[in-house]
Every structure is written in C-alpha cells, then in structure tokens.
C-alpha cells in the first residue's frame, strides 16, 4: 500500500467517523432528509465565502457554509410553522433554491477557478493525498486528514460533554425544556455541528457521500443495539469499516471512490438489516415461524385438553382426523404432533392424545391473562 | 392572602398555538397541597394551560408564578409528566435510563449522572412497581408501563408541585388505581398535584380540587363546591348526562364524539 493509499483511508475514515456521530442524532430526531438539505445548500455559503476572501482553502468558507447551513434550518421550519407546507416539502423547496443560486453564482462568476460542481457532488479523494499541509516547509501531512480529524476531534468532545443534554433533547424536547436545557439551543447546535461536519466533509468526499456517511451508520447502528452510547460507538465503526471496503473496491473497479463507499455504506446497511441478531429480517421470519410452531403447539395442548375425559374424546384426540377438526393443513398437522411429542406437551397411545402435566402447564399459562 | 400561599398562580393569561387563540384571560389560584383535575372536552387547552405554566409556550398576555415567583426560578420544585405519546418510545434507551432524566435538572448542564441519581432513579421506580424493569428496553413496555415510567421520572425530581398531562390515558383499572395511591401519596406528604383528567365519572372520588375550561375558565374549586350539573354543562355545552352514583354524590358522563 503507497503512502497515498493510506492517505485517503485515513481522510476516509476519519470523514466517516466524524460524520456517524450528529448523524445518530439526525437519525434519532427523524431529521435524516435535513442532511441532504444542508449538503446542498451549503455549496451557497462556500460559493459567498470564496467570493469574499478570494481562497478555495480559508478556514473562513467552512464559517459561511455552516451559516447557509443553519439558514436552511431556519428557512425549512420557518416554512414549516407557517402551517402552509410540511416538513418534507418545505425541504424540498428550500435547498434546490439555496444550492441552485450557488450553481449560477458559480457558472456565471467563478467559471475559471477551482470549484467545479463535479467536486462539490462526488469530492476529489482521489488527489486528497497531494494537498499537503505544510508549516516552514516540514510536510504535516494532507491537509483534508488535519481538517477532518478536527471536526472529528470537536464532534466527539461535543458529544462526551453534552451526552445528557443531547439525549435529553432528542428524547424529550418538552421535559428538556421545563427543566432549562434550552432544547432550542441544543438543537441548533446540533445543527451546527451538522452543517461544519458536512462542509468539512464536502471538500473530501462531495455532498452524496456525506449524505451516505451521515444516515447510513447509523440507521444500521439503530438496528443492532437499544443502547445511545453503544449506536453511537457502532455508527463510526460501520461507517469506518464501509469507508475502507469502499476504498478497495472503487481500486478493484478503478472506479470513483467517493461512489464505491457510499455503495458499501448501502451494503453496509442491507447486511445489518438483512442479519442484525433481533431485527433483522432474517431473525424475523425466524422468530415468527417459531412463534408459530410454538403457538400451534399450545393449541394442540389445548385442544387436547379440553377433550380430555368427554364423550367424543376418542374422536376430537385421535390422530387420524385432527387436520379436520381442527381445521389444519394435514402435513403441518403431522408436524405440530410430531414437535408437541418431542417436547413432551402430549403422548400418543392407540392412536389417541392425551395431554401430559408439562402441556397442561402450557395450556393453562397461556389461557390466562 | 399573598401569593405566596398559592402553589400555581396564573392571571389574565391569554395563549395562542398556531397564531389561534386557544386560552382567553385565564385565572387560576391553586392552592398548595391540592389534588386537582383539569377537565375540559378536547381542544380546551388543557395541554396549553399546562405548558404555559411551565413556561414551553409563552402566553401572548398575563403571567405565571408558581410559589410566587416565575417559573424559571422555581423550576427545581416543578416536575413534569407529559403526554405519553409525545415521545418516541423506539428511543435507544432503557427504563432506569429515563427515570434519571428526572434527575438532570438538579444536575445542571455538563455534570454527568452518576451513583446518587442512579440511586433516586432506582427508588422512584420502587414507588411505581417497576424495579424489575429498570433494565428493561423502554420499546418493551405496555402503555400502562410507559406511563408508570414518566411518573417515576417525575417523582425522582422530587418536586413540591407536580403537573401530568393525562396521567391515567391508556392505563388499565389496575395501574389507574396504582397511579391514584401514589398521587394521593403526594398530596399527604404535603405537594400539589395537578392532572389533565378525561373520566369525568372518577373525579369525585380522586380528587379535591378541579378545573373546569373550555379554551376559558368556567370555575376551579373545591370539588364538592365547583364540579356541578350546572358548571359541566358550561364546559361541555349540554351533552353531559348525569346519573347518581352510588355514594350519593353527582357523577356525570359524557359523550365526547359529539362534542367533538
């Protein structure tokens, strides 16, 4: 692996992990289409940045691109509160709006310089390892690696000091607010930290790829734990791991890095959805078809049970004809006699059923409220 | 009488949600030490009432003291239970986890709960009968459970003034009776208690003071003096239908669709 290489794994991580962490909270807050609005609409605040300090590399544009970024906070749940629009919609019209004025200002006025829009939606990661940063000459090492590990750096300490009032405020804004944590603030911090995390993040890997980095951990994340702390720890590994997948594979394909990690990002998410211990889709139609074999089960037990000592006993408990009486496919009938037997919940003699005391204990359990 | 002798005091309050007036020239004195009832058809205010006195909506005229003063500085004697359903029980989070939450505000910003507010969470949720769920997935709890949780929540703040906004909604007998014993707890160690109710039937018997309000005050009191055939009617606009209980005092019912 060149230096190079390694280079832009580690750009790569330390985006993916600086982006999972206000994403578990854009995720949680159900705000996850508000990153796709501020990804956009902050192309504006780089475009007026860069026109007014007349740099593509000054500090200064990450302050303006997070200013629109907010702006497209406020302008969303201004819309919002007018009662006229919803939340979705008033997205929708917001950020084209903001990020169409930025793709003019950029065309028309900006047209020879270094802000294409190719850039702004895929990132150069590729070239992030030739942009060095250098102080009396000694080579720090690339500047998108120092800009990110800051954020990165500021993120999680704003998350390790502020942990309750977040949670609080995400849980429940309205006990947040009667017991003074200003959830208003705590929100437009968080946003904030969106809007720097994503323009810091642009530069690297264009606004698709934050959008992918910022939901994708996460919502995955949500899926394997019921633990704030621990989703948040899962969020930036997810997000790491499927950032150095994704590295490999765009080098396999020789293909676009920026694309192939959003894409593992997606695989990412379907691997958890599909295997994810309790909520995954394949552990569902597991526990529902055991459900369902053990709740036919209590059934038999029961029905057996309230035969049991009658005059049609020998007909309603005998083996033969049970997939009539009780209205069942004959060979799931066949199936629940055989399981109920094995585990013991009915016995078999001359063709009949009875119930034994474990299956009567089930049938009674579950007839009770 | 000084102000200083009412738990809640509100005057000439006038509210407006989504630029509609929903609460006109409210006032309410709320003595300390009662167990009192909001009572009003839906779209009354009730919940409007409640957070302007908690100081989450701003009233557009009148003001607020709770012990006399403003809410923000008695914020640490208030506690809160909201609507059940106003938060996201799916929240990655456990019950033991919620419970401290009422702790934060003694904590203050940055300070982080530890061993003491673990502690407090433990022995509110003692109170409620739900120690053995402490650990439990909050997105594991029945309705009755999440509501036994938000009240735990509350009396972990231990406040002097507790104020729920449907505390018995979606509960069954079992955990209302629970809930009832526990509130008229409150009201013998000393603290107000104030609760958006709907089961006009049960107010007699679970409470002493009462709020009748349709998006204005018709009358709060004592129960005995203020809960009458007369002041429903003004409430509810004269589909409440009476009937004798049988202790002897008037209880009423009433058909909520068709008020709505």
Same mark, same amino acid.
């Given at each position: ?19 999972? $962490? ?15 609005? $501020? +990804? ?8 007026? *940045? ?80 030739? %942009? ?45 607010? +009667?017991?003074?944590?200003?959830? *208003? ?15 810091? /993040? ?30 948040? &720890? ?41 295997? /994810? ?37 020998? &007909? ?35 063709? &009949? ?17 | ?83 059940? *359903? +106003? ?17 934060? *505000? ?32 909050? +997105? ?40 009832? %014993? ?19 039937q049960t107010v007699p018997e679970y409470f ?10 018709? /009358?709060?009191?004592?129960v005995d003096?203020?809960f ?11 589909? &409440?239908?009476?009937?004798?209980a049988?202790?002897?005092s008037t209880a ?9």
């Amino acid at each position: 692996m060149s230096d190079a290489q390694l280079d832009i794994q580690m750009i790569a991580v330390v985006t993916a992990a600086a982006c999972a $962490i206000p994403g578990t909270f854009l995720v949680l807050r159900r705000m996850a289409m508000m990153s796709d609005a $501020i +990804s956009h609409s902050i192309l504006l605040g780089i475009v007026i *940045g860069f026109f007014i300090v007349e740099s593509t590399t000054s500090p200064v544009l990450i302050l303006f691109a997070a200013a629109v970024g907010l702006l497209t906070v406020m302008m969303v749940e201004w819309l919002q509160r007018t009662g006229l629009v919803r939340e979705d919609a008033a997205i929708g019209i917001v950020f084209p709006l903001l990020f169409s004025i930025g793709v003019i200002l950029i065309s028309r006025f900006a047209g020879n310089v270094h802000l294409d829009l190719d850039a702004v939606l895929l990132g150069e990661l590729a070239f992030a390892s030739f %942009d060095r940063f250098q102080v009396n000459g000694w080579d720090l090492g690339p500047k998108g690696l120092w800009v990110m590990g800051t954020i990165l750096l500021l993120n999680v300490a704003l998350v390790i000091v502020f942990f309750k009032e977040l949670k609080l405020a995400t849980f429940d804004p309205a006990l947040a607010a +009667s017991l003074g944590f200003m959830p *208003g603030l705590v929100h437009y911090g968080l946003m904030s930290m969106v809007s720097v995390t994503t323009v810091g /993040a642009f530069d690297a890997v264009g606004s698709i790829l934050v959008v992918a980095l910022m939901i994708g951990p996460p919502a995955a994340a949500y899926l394997l734990t019921d633990d704030l702390r621990k989703m948040l &720890v899962l969020s930036v590994a997810i997000g790491a791991i499927s950032a150095v997948l994704g590295y490999w594979m765009a080098h396999w394909l020789d293909a676009s890095i920026a694309g192939a990690m959003a894409t593992m990002v997606g695989i990412s998410f379907l691997t958890v959805l599909l295997f /994810a211990p309790a909520r995954g889709l394949v552990a569902q139609v597991l526990r529902h078809k055991r459900q369902k074999l053990d709740f036919a089960q209590t059934m038999l037990a029961i029905h057996v049970m309230n035969h049991e000592g009658t005059a049609e006993m020998r &007909v309603e408990n005998r083996v033969d004809g049970l997939d009539e009486h009780l209205h069942w496919d004959t060979q799931f009938t066949a199936q629940i006699v055989d399981l109920a037997r094995r585990h013991g919940i009915v016995t078999e003699s001359n063709g &009949v059923l009875t119930v034994t005391d474990n299956g009567r204990q089930r049938a009674q359990a579950a007839m009770v409220r | 009488m000084t102000d200083q002798q009412f738990a809640i005091d509100v005057a000439d309050m006038t509210a407006v949600y989504h630029e509609q007036p929903v609460l006109w020239d409210v006032d309410l004195q709320v003595p300390a030490g009662v167990l009192m009832a909001i009572v009003g058809p839906n779209g009354a205010g009730k919940t409007t009432l409640i957070k302007c006195i908690l100081g989450l909506i701003k009233p557009v005229a009148g003001q607020v003291l709770v012990q006399g003063k403003p809410y923000k500085d008695r914020r640490d004697r208030v506690a809160y239970v909201p609507q059940r *359903g +106003s938060v996201d029980w799916d929240f990655p989070t456990n019950v033991l986890d919620v419970v401290e939450m009422g702790r934060y *505000g003694a904590l203050g910003w940055w300070k982080r709960p530890g061993k003491r507010e673990r502690d407090a969470a433990m022995h509110a949720l003692e109170k409620v009968g739900m120690a053995e769920f402490a650990h439990r997935q909050i +997105s594991q709890l029945s309705g009755g459970q999440q509501q036994r949780v938000f009240l735990a929540r509350a009396l972990a703040q231990d406040a002097d003034i507790y104020l729920m906004d449907e505390p018995f909604q979606g509960v069954d007998a079992v955990t209302e009776r629970a809930i009832i %014993d526990l509130l008229r707890e409150l009201r013998a160690a000393g603290k107000t208690v104030v609760a958006v109710h709907h089961d006009l039937q049960t107010v007699p018997e679970y409470f002493d003071w009462v709020l009748l309000m349709n998006i204005r005050k018709i /009358a709060s009191g004592p129960v005995d003096e203020v809960f009458t055939e007369e002041n429903l009617r003004l409430t509810y606009g004269g589909v &409440v239908a009476f009937m004798q209980a049988p202790n002897g005092s008037t209880a009423a019912a009433v058909d909520t669709e068709s008020v709505a």
